[in-house]
Nanobody, 121 residues
Framework: QVQLVESGGGLVQPGGSLRLSCTAS???????????TGWYRQTPGKQRELVAF???????NYADSVKDRFTISRDNAKKTVYLQMNRLKPADTAVYYC????????????WGQGTQVTVSS
């Protein structure tokens, strides 16, 4: 019911920065009731990894691998969640996906199509 579109990926050198965006569209009621929005990443042959999430109340959590480098934030007016990625490393190379979970009427999670982030010199 909620559609998510990621953008902002690309090629960046180690130590550089990127800002990913995830914009929600669709049913306004569903968007309003999103409880958690998260960023995940996945490399071919590896499990999808939770990078960061932000709750309805504004609490945030980060994977140890990105703590102090990545920041998740949101702009409710724009219905957009951001992932600011600083001091990027080659290990950050992955397809990044955003997700949004709504608790009502039934718990469900929507996913974006993913955006490629490549960190290479």
């Amino acid at each position: 019911q909620v559609q998510l579109v990621e953008s902002g990926g690309g090629l960046v050198q180690p130590g550089g920065s990127l800002r990913l965006s995830c914009t929600a569209s669709g049913n306004i009621f569903m968007i309003f009731n999103i409880n958690v929005t998260g960023w995940y990443r996945q490399t071919p042959g590896k499990q999808r990894e939770l990078v960061a999430f932000i709750t309805r109340g504004g609490s945030t959590n980060y994977a140890d691998s990105v703590k102090d480098r990545f920041t998740i934030s949101r702009d409710n007016a724009k219905k957009t969640v951001y992932l600011q990625m600083n001091r990027l490393k080659p290990a950050d190379t992955a397809v990044y996906y955003c997700s949004a979970t709504v608790p009502r009427p039934r718990v469900s999670t929507s996913w974006g199509q993913g955006t490629q982030v490549t960190v290479s010199s």
